[in-house]
């Protein structure tokens, strides 16, 4: 089993708010879950209008399958969001017995 994760933080440009915040949160989250059938959720930077960080997992029988999925989910991230602007990744994926 091999189990991938990846933590993607965005920059929101012109937001001052966290209701706006969560409205860009949502939609992403949704989206990944969606799509690409991947477990996402908010990880840090709660309190701070203008980041954004988002954690993703997916769980696969296949090294090759797990990271397709994620380059998928950052691509997607990268090229399909006008509202925040992609400036980091960080990713792995594990092997568990």
Known sequence: MYIGSCRLTFRLHGNDSLKGKRQVSRSLIERFRQRFNLAAAEVAAMDEHQRLVIGIACVSNEYS???EMLDKAVAFADNHNSE?????VERAVIAED
């Open 65 to 67: 399958h797990a990271e």
């Open 84 to 88: 925040a602007e992609l400036v980091d």
